[in-house]
């Protein structure tokens, strides 16, 4: 679980009527080194975490689990208690003495006091949660409890593993994958008890609630690396597979298209007039891509937004405006807020996400889910992918519901979406150049991109990874915003990707072309993406990669990738933890 956080790392554990727990600051290497020279006694009830700093720094002391006074109760979160400074000071005008600098040790402190003072366990965490305020999953531990553990979750997330004579709980299911495929969803503002043998869940209140059994579809091995050196490089190659994956079964036996998990009906659908697309970052580009795709077979104007903007702006929604949202974990805590708050105004929502029983999709009308399997590196590749495909999926689908589309134009665009992964496989077993071309800017400082139509956000992305995981500045402009300002930017030497539209698009492949004679006429090292066979772009290209053909809307299906391995082999070269980049974790599920 340490892509979800590796600032620092810490477990407890229930022993002899004590709790015994070890904490490290940096990954969890020290953590272990720690345990190895001061092992844990044996038990049966443990806790762990994995923390990504948010309220004071990567510190022994900060990590998790917090203990409260006289070592009674262990506690770990996830989130951040908003109203944590009042809480804190009213414990310390109360005597309570503070250990750490985080909003966490506030819930432990309190949870330790109601537990002190007679109160159950489950019932104290029902309380406690009752006064916090913000984003929190919390779980924790009594001393005098030793097969005991109660969990809590308001908008972060949190699963139960369904075991044989042992049970789990964990904010994914890959932490306990090994062990069992078996999970709960636990809803918002839910209690969890645990023990061995038994699972009770209710909600803040104490009543009894609702859950939700899944089984999850992967195995532990999905979730390895597989040989690879990084998570990241396998999930570049996992890309083929997780695209037909997304693809598959979406047609019925009379031919048409079908969604199996999109459950609004399609009179609804017909109304819908305007398509706000949501997400952050790598999910925000995909979401660019598909509204070039979605307008041009759907004919209804479709709006990308970032999602922490979103509700602060007030965004003109109303009934018959489709809200579609894209989250690779469906916990993404500001789309998630953008849902609810699209939902407040009576708009339909369609989450697009890889995480089965994840907050975002189990809050929206309907889900298409992306099978793209596990992605464990920060940087996200396959998930970027399969989003730009069921977005696809569903450009084609509402095009088939509301007429703007002949059957037989849908069935083409579908027969070159089922071919596209063999050709991306093409494009992955052609990369040798790219990677050699990483040596070359072991010592480059700026790297800049530049696209067309959907070429410009593969653009914004090829950028984002390289930030992301080589820490360069990279920017991505949008081609013909070149002379607007970015030229400025060009010097002697700086490396530019340019991806060329495919020949014949309008006038958009000669338009880039002449971008590229700009940029390389001011000293600029062009690096060309263009399809094979186009002859156009050579006297303009210091290095050219090969891409396959396929149509301009698909197009980013193959351009993406060479960016993807580029940044992951720069990185690897800079000697950098291409996994786990700094500052930054797999799931922002704060605001």
């Known amino acids: 679980m340490e892509y979800r956080g590796y600032d620092s790392a810490g477990v407890a554990v229930v022993a002899d009527g004590a709790i015994s727990y070890r904490k490290k600051a940096g990954k969890i290497v020290n953590l272990v080194a720690d345990l190895e020279a001061n092992p844990l006694p044996d038990s049966g009830l443990g806790i762990g975490h994995t923390r990504w700093a948010t309220h004071g720094g990567p510190t022994d002391a900060n990590a998790h689990p917090h203990v409260s006074t006289g070592d009674r109760v262990a506690l770990i979160h996830n989130g951040i208690i908003e109203n944590f400074a009042v809480l804190r000071a009213e414990l310390e005008a109360e005597g309570t003495e503070f250990t750490s600098e985080t909003d966490s040790e506030a819930a432990a402190q309190l949870l330790g006091r109601e537990v002190s003072a007679g109160v159950d366990l489950a019932d104290a965490m029902r309380a406690v949660c009752n006064r916090l305020e913000g984003a929190f999953t919390l779980v924790a531990v009594d001393a ?41 969803e636990l809803g918002q503002d839910q209690v969890v008890d645990v023990t061995a043998d038994s699972i009770v ?31 990241m490089r396998k999930e570049i190659y996992e890309q083929p597979r997780a695209v037909a994956d997304t693809l598959l079964g ?95 105004q009576h708009a339909k929502v369609i989450a697009i996400c890889n995480t089965n029983g994840a907050t975002i999709p189990r809050e929206s009308d309907a889900v298409i889910y992306t099978h793209a399997g596990p992605e464990i590196g920060v940087a996200s590749t396959k998930g970027f ?74 653009a914004l992305e090829g950028a984002l990874k390289l930030k992301e995981i080589a820490y360069l500045h990279a920017e991505g402009f949008p081609a013909g915003e070149l002379k607007h300002g970015p030229i400025a930017l060009v010097e002697e030497g700086i490396p530019i990707f340019i991806i060329v539209p495919p020949q014949g698009r309008d006038q958009l492949h000669d338009k880039v072309v002449s971008n590229i004679q700009e940029v390389r006429a001011r000293g600029a090292l062009t690096i060309v993406l263009a399809e094979e066979g186009d002859h156009e772009v050579d006297p303009y290209a210091d290095v050219l990669f090969r891409l396959p053909k396929v149509s301009t809307l698909l197009q980013p299906l193959v351009a993406t990738v060479p960016l993807q391995m580029f940044a992951c082999e720069l990185a690897t070269l800079k000697g950098y933890d291409v996994d786990q980049p700094r500052n930054l974790a797999k799931s922002v599920t704060v605001e």
């Open 385 to 458: 992918l399969t989003q730009v495909a069921a977005c696809y999926l569903l450009g084609l689908y509402l095009a088939q519901v509301r007429g703007t589309m002949y059957d037989d134009e849908i069935h083409a665009v579908m027969a070159e979406l089922a071919a596209t992964p063999p050709l991306i496989q093409k494009v992955l077993d052609e990369l040798d150049p790219i990677k050699e071309l990483a040596k070359r800017f072991i010592d480059q400082k700026s790297v800049l991109f530049l696209g067309r139509h959907v070429g410009y956000p593969v």
């Open 250 to 344: 979406r047609y019925n036996t009379d031919g048409s298209l079908k969604l199996d998990e999109l459950h609004i009906p399609e009179s609804e659908l017909r109304l819908v007039d305007k398509i706000v697309i949501v997400a952050c970052g790598t999910a925000y580009y995909a979401g660019l891509v598909a509204k070039y795709a979605i307008e041009h077979w759907t004919r209804i104007a479709c709006e990308v937004e970032i999602a922490s903007e979103f509700r602060y702006r007030d965004p003109i929604i109303t009934r018959s405006t489709l809200v579609v949202t894209l989250s690779q974990s469906g916990e993404t805590a500001d789309t998630l807020m953008a849902i609810r708050h699209a939902r407040e």
């Open 201 to 231: 869940v209710t909600d803040f209140a104490g009543n009894p609630a609702d859950t939700h059994p899944f089984e999850v579809t992967w195995d532990l091995s999905a979730a390895e690396k597989s040989g690879y050196d990084w998570f």
């Open 144 to 184: 005098l409890e030793p097969h005991r553990l109660v969990a809590a979750r308001r908008n972060s997330p949190l699963v139960v593993g369904v075991g044989d004579g042992e049970n789990f709980v964990a904010s994914d299911v890959s932490a306990f994958i090994e062990f069992t495929r078996f999970a709960i």
